[in-house]
């Protein structure tokens, strides 16, 4: 059973991500079916119901593009073009086959997809930038030809239809504006409750990994590019949806449906609300549809002001509305800004001086956007939001403006000096850290009382290893005795484990003949032969560059070989990929840390577990499945004494505790071959001796191939060891023939280091 520490306030734990969506699906039903009810003076006008259409067809588009951005990483550029394409196929198909509008969100949506089979099997073969910017020319492409080819998508006039040509389910007639709106609610309702079981599946779990570290999910056996596709095509089908909706809202399909304009839309209603969470893009999109028709219908300036509020909210709150309640967190410069004006004299504490002095600046920005617009476009109206630019006022009014903007931006530059950021972003700084470590490791809060109790009891047994005997005295695994395990060679007794935690498999056996690697010009392996025999910890060890690295680049398939044999058993492997070599039971551990920071570490264990079984499609899609996997997982983080802190998130954890993390997905894949890279690097001394110990006890029925710089490390832990030297293994034995071998103390080891 899963036992939960007390968590301090504000650190983000499993629990905060694992709850059902609720809030998310009642307030998409309250927002979207509240122009439904009776009003005080009969029925709601049509305005009323287009605002509120206008509103659900965003929360379901925002939504899907929430599956690219927030669950998989993925910024796309060319959203819209789905969208687009949802509302031309439900266009054509109601014209062309006679429809009734209940069918069109069905129609949009398999058009999409389809068309997100190969043009997204196009854009996700690589992430970031690459993405973004191959999905924004595939937009183009769409929204280019639905402007030129009027034969399939309407030109400039678009497609229209008429929804209420064909009667519904029922005979009902959906030509009437409130039972359309009544169908679209359905519909977007429907959509909301699909994704929000979605989000509950071990697919979008796996989403998270590649978008928190598609390089870790490669080496857990994921294929990132796959996922991404996946991500995609749903993604797609939703948008489909969603501008099918639009066609049965308004009675038409334009070429402003695929336009890069709709993406931003998205974009923005994502960001506002926040991503990664299923009630940020429903209220996202609540909120920019309210804001957009409400100053709409003011100012022709509207989209500047929208423009204001997004970076506002990217600015003030990084998370998004959604993001920042749920973290309760304030943005660095807000945060500073409140710590600071409280020690003013000259406000002496008075906040109303703070929020004149914004409110300042508000209406001077106002004030000069307005006069702008009436220059640009020759307003002749005499109100004041919409001043005559060649008359008094008008230049009155931008010249007030601007003064006011300066009064403002120097009151508020006053409220916080920079001594006063710097002390408080340290402040900030600090108590986070402290917060995360204390959340993360159990034996910080007590170590001093275990210091002090150590001398006077003996030794303290810690939760995940054994005492560590070193010449017949027990020291912690806090190190009280560090000097003595220099001087001395310990012995690490291996605690027993459980059947279950054994591979089922035999340990592998690896081969490297004639290895060859360059990198453009420059050979780094030059004829490596190395031969780890199954079910041994074997060390290689040599200088800086001498390609120790590489070789574990080899073995995980994220570099290919020159010319050269690389053997896993007897299947070769130097044309693999990382993931397909991940599948056949490899592990590897990089050099610093690679987690799947934002996610919990009971997930991490989850995915590690997952990805290297081959899971058919379907199964990635049932959330019993991933329930079932989270209860295995806990008992691997059980075994590495982590079960307390299965609900932290992994960037939460210290440095220790994060490599055991390692050592536990690593294990729990499955996995035959560890791939173990400096596995003691940036640790303590005490640190590094419980590193050992629970090393020694997860390679039970493995093969452990290790980089380390540490000899003590090394002539303590390994069974044999191997000496690179250049690109060229130079010797292999047993730690002892290693240190007495003359040519590895001169190449390496050095001539002053004894036997």
Same mark, same amino acid.
């Given at each position: 059973m899963m036992v939960h520490r007390e968590t301090p306030r504000g650190v983000w734990t499993d629990r905060n991500v694992r709850r059902?969506?609720?809030?998310?699906?009642?307030? /998409?039903?309250?927002?979207? /079916?509240?122009?439904?009810?009776?009003?005080?003076?009969?029925?709601?006008s049509g305005a009323a119901l287009a605002l509120a259409s206008q509103a659900a067809v965003l929360i379901v588009f925002a939504l899907s593009y929430d599956l690219l951005l927030g669950q998989t990483g993925l910024l796309s550029f060319g959203h819209a073009m789905y969208y687009g394409i949802g509302a031309l196929a439900a266009a054509r198909a109601a014209n062309a086959w006679a429809?009734?509008?209940?069918?069109?969100?069905?129609?949009?949506?398999?058009?999409?997809?389809?068309?997100?089979?190969?043009?997204?099997?196009?854009?996700?073969?690589?992430?970031? &930038?690459?993405?973004?910017?191959?999905?924004?020319?595939?937009?183009e492409l769409v929204a280019t030809a639905a402007s030129t080819v009027p034969e399939w998508f309407g030109g400039v006039g678009g497609v229209m239809i008429d929804r209420g040509a064909v009667p519904g389910w029922l005979d009902i007639d959906f030509g009437s504006t409130r039972t359309?709106?009544?169908?679209?609610?359905? $519909?977007?309702?429907?959509?909301?409750?699909?994704? %929000?079981?979605?989000?509950?599946?071990?697919?979008?779990?796996?989403?998270?990994?590649?978008?928190?570290?598609?390089?870790?999910?490669?080496?857990?056996?994921?294929?990132p590019s796959r996922v991404r596709w996946a991500m995609t095509v749903i993604a797609a089908f939703f948008a489909g949806v969603a501008g099918a909706l639009s066609v049965v809202t308004f009675e038409i399909a334009t /070429?402003?449906?695929?336009?890069?304009?709709?993406?931003?839309?998205?974009?923005?209603?994502?960001?506002?609300?926040?991503?990664?969470?299923?009630?940020?893009? #429903?209220?996202?999109?609540? &909120?920019?549809?309210?804001?957009?028709?409400?100053? %709409?219908?003011?100012?022709?300036?509207?989209?500047?002001?929208?423009?204001?509020?997004?970076?506002?909210?990217? #600015?003030?709150?990084?998370?998004?509305?959604?993001?920042?309640?749920?973290?309760?967190?304030?943005?660095?410069?807000?945060?500073? @800004?409140?710590?600071?004006?409280?020690?003013?004299?000259?406000?002496?504490?008075?906040?109303?001086?703070? =929020?004149?002095?914004?409110?300042?600046?508000?209406?001077?920005?106002?004030?000069?956007?307005?006069?702008?617009?009436?220059?640009?476009?020759?307003?002749?109206?005499?109100?004041?939001?919409?001043?005559?630019?060649?008359a008094v006022n008008g230049w009155g009014?931008? #010249?007030?403006?601007?003064?006011?903007?300066?009064?403002?931006?120097?009151?508020?530059?006053?409220?916080?000096?920079?001594?006063?950021?710097? $002390?408080?972003?340290?402040? !900030?700084?600090?108590?986070?850290?402290?917060?995360?470590?204390?959340?993360?490791?159990? @034996?910080?809060?007590?170590?001093?009382?275990?210091?002090?109790?150590a001398a006077a009891t003996g030794p303290a047994v810690s939760e995940v290893t054994a005492p560590v005997i070193v010449a017949g005295a027990a020291v912690s695994a806090q190190g009280q005795a560090a000097g003595t395990a220099k001087q001395a060679k310990p012995v690490y007794p291996v605690p027993a484990i459980r059947p279950g935690h054994v591979p089922s498999s035999p340990a592998l056996d690896v081969t490297l003949d004639d290895v060859h690697v360059s990198y453009r010009a420059t050979p780094v392996l030059r004829g490596v032969r190395l031969h #780890?025999?199954?079910?041994?910890?074997?060390?290689?060890?040599?200088?800086?560059? /001498?390609?120790?690295?590489?070789?574990?680049?080899?073995?995980?398939? $994220?570099?290919?070989?020159?010319?050269?044999?690389?053997?896993?058993?007897?299947?070769?492997?130097?044309?693999?990929? =990382?993931?397909?070599?991940?599948?056949?039971?490899?592990? !590897?551990?990089?050099?610093?840390?690679?987690?799947?920071?934002?996610? @919990?570490?009971?997930?991490?264990?989850?995915?590690?577990?997952?990805?290297?079984r081959g899971a058919p499609l379907y199964r990635w899609l049932q959330p019993a499945a991933w329930r079932g996997l989270r209860k295995r997982a806990l008992d691997w983080l059980q075994v590495v004494g982590m079960g307390d802190e299965a609900s932290a998130r992994a960037a939460q954890l210290s440095y220790a505790r994060q490599r055991a993390l390692e050592l536990a997905m690593a294990t729990a894949s499955g996995a035959r071959l560890l791939l173990l890279d400096e596995p003691t690097a940036g640790m303590s001394r005490a640190e590094a001796i419980e590193a050992l110990a629970l090393i020694r006890r997860m390679a039970a029925g493995r093969t452990v191939l290790l980089i380390e710089h540490d000899m003590d490390i090394v002539f303590d832990l390994a069974d044999r060891i191997s000496v690179l030297v250049d690109g060229v293994v130079i010797a292999t034995g047993t730690p002892a023939q290693i240190r007495a071998n003359p040519g590895v103390r001169e190449a390496y080891l050095g001539p002053a280091r004894a036997l």
């Open positions: 059902p969506p609720w809030g998310g699906l009642i307030l /998409a039903t309250v927002l979207t /079916a509240l122009p439904l009810l009776p009003l005080a003076h009969g029925e709601p429809l009734s509008a209940p069918w069109l969100p069905v129609v949009g949506g398999a058009g999409a997809a389809l068309v997100a089979v190969p043009a997204g099997w196009l854009s996700v073969r690589r992430g970031g &930038v690459t993405f973004a910017m191959v999905t924004l020319g595939l937009g359309a709106y009544g169908l679209v609610v359905a $519909v977007a309702l429907a959509s909301c409750m699909l994704i %929000a079981w979605l989000l509950r599946t071990p697919l979008v779990r796996v989403a998270n990994a590649v978008r928190d570290n598609p390089r870790r999910a490669a080496f857990v056996g994921v294929d /070429a402003d449906n695929a336009s890069v304009a709709t993406c931003a839309t998205a974009l923005i209603a994502v960001v506002i609300g926040g991503t990664g969470t299923f009630a940020g893009p #429903v209220l996202g999109a609540v &909120v920019y549809v309210s804001i957009a028709n409400g100053l %709409a219908s003011i100012t022709r300036a509207w989209p500047m002001y929208v423009g204001l509020f997004f970076l506002f909210v990217v #600015v003030l709150a990084p998370g998004g509305l959604v993001g920042a309640w749920l973290h309760r967190r304030m943005s660095p410069s807000l945060a500073d @800004s409140r710590r600071a004006r409280c020690a003013l004299p000259w406000f002496s504490g008075r906040r109303i001086g703070y =929020a004149l002095a914004v409110l300042g600046m508000l209406a001077g920005s106002i004030a000069v956007i307005q006069s702008v617009y009436a220059w640009r476009f020759d307003d002749t109206g005499a109100d004041i939001i919409s001043p005559r630019w060649h009014i931008a #010249v007030a403006g601007v003064v006011l903007m300066a009064v403002s931006s120097f009151a508020l530059r006053a409220t916080v000096p920079r001594s006063s950021r710097r $002390v408080a972003a340290g402040l !900030r700084s600090t108590s986070a850290s402290a917060a995360a470590m204390a959340s993360a490791h159990a @034996s910080l809060a007590p170590m001093a009382s275990t210091h002090a109790s #780890v025999r199954a079910g041994e910890i074997h060390a290689l060890i040599g200088p800086n560059g /001498a390609g120790k690295s590489t070789v574990f680049n080899v073995l995980s398939g $994220v570099t290919q070989v020159d010319r050269g044999t690389v053997l896993l058993e007897d299947r070769a492997i130097r044309r693999l990929a =990382a993931h397909r070599i991940a599948r056949l039971g490899v592990a !590897r551990g990089l050099q610093t840390p690679s987690l799947f920071a934002q996610l @919990s570490v009971l997930d991490n264990v989850c995915c590690a577990m997952l990805c290297p």
